[in-house]
């Protein structure tokens, strides 16, 4: 229905709330504000629907203008990571490819990352966090050597090496609610109180889910964002309990919840691209088996 929208309202559209005002987005795109004004209403029109609210301050998006926006920034990121890779395929000596699916596995491999930096300086260490569709597309461009993958995730020539377990979390401000270091407590306790959590297209909310579905238990958190770190933010300023890696988690100003229950295991698997002809994969692989 919408295949033919100007891709150029939608860039024009995605300044104006990323500046939060026509004129300063006028003078990035470096085009008149008129332009601007003009480009958006066209948009609305097009969409059927109000995008922008103007303000004293400049301008701000309705709810269906901040779905619009999130979708224009995931489309954005989506292209600088696919021209990264073309501007990474230019060469292939001394380099090493690490692609993964998840934060988690640096600190299970830093350690093996410094040592091979260490050893092998002359090498450059490219890593990557995408979707499994991205990095699968890096294998054929020859831009994947080393794939740190959840365990449940496929991806074909992929030799498993290694496996990792973790075991999430709850965790709040200790400042904040310093009641929750003195007992433990159970899912329904903590339900009681506010929660902010990553979305659902993060793993580690997809294993929380499973878990509260497997017993029953309906509920929506408070605060749901796409980012990591301003999840955490918000945890350390009090806005509600989090859930997560806990030695992300391990400063005095965070309380780890002990509770009468545990969350499922989440397991995650290292292993190298067989049709990678790169040999600082050996050299790489030598270190992490030692």
Do not use: W
């Not at 029109?45 to 301050?57: D, P, T, Y």
């Not at 569709?133 to 461009?141: A, E, F, P, R, T």
């Amino acid at each position: 229905m919408y295949q033919n929208i100007n891709l150029n309202l939608l860039k024009y559209f995605y300044e104006a709330v990323n500046t939060g005002n026509i004129t300063r987005a006028s003078e990035k795109l470096m085009i008149s504000q008129p332009a601007i004004t003009k480009a958006i209403k066209e948009l609305e029109i097009e969409l059927n629907v109000k995008l922008l609210e103007r303000s004293k301050k400049g301008v701000v998006p309705t709810d269906e203008g901040k779905i619009l926006y999130e979708y224009i920034k995931g489309m954005e990121q989506s292209l600088n990571s696919t021209l990264n890779v073309i501007e990474n395929n230019k060469s292939n000596g001394g380099n090493l490819y690490i692609g993964t699916t998840t934060t988690n596995f640096i600190n299970f491999i830093i350690d093996d990352l410094n040592e091979f930096r260490n050893k092998f300086p002359d090498v450059h260490i490219h890593i990557v966090l995408e979707e499994m569709s991205v990095l699968n597309d890096m294998k054929y461009l020859g831009k994947l050597d080393i794939l740190i993958k959840n365990s449940y995730e496929t991806i074909d020539d992929f030799e498993h090496i290694k496996s990792f377990k973790i075991n999430d979390k709850f965790v709040v401000a200790r400042d904040a609610y310093p009641e929750l270091a003195e007992r433990k407590y159970s899912i329904y306790e903590l339900l009681e109180y506010p929660f902010v959590l990553l979305s659902n297209i993060t793993h580690g909310r997809r294993n929380f889910d499973r878990f509260l579905k497997e017993n029953n238990i309906e509920f929506k958190p408070t605060y749901e964002f796409n980012s990591y770190s301003l999840c955490k933010e918000l945890i350390k300023n009090g806005f509600g309990i989090g859930i997560g890696n806990p030695i992300h988690y391990e400063k005095d100003e965070f309380i780890i919840i002990d509770t009468d229950f545990n969350l499922p295991t989440r397991e995650f698997d290292i292993g190298i691209i067989k049709s990678s002809k790169n040999d600082n994969i050996n050299k790489f692989i030598g270190i992490i088996n030692k």
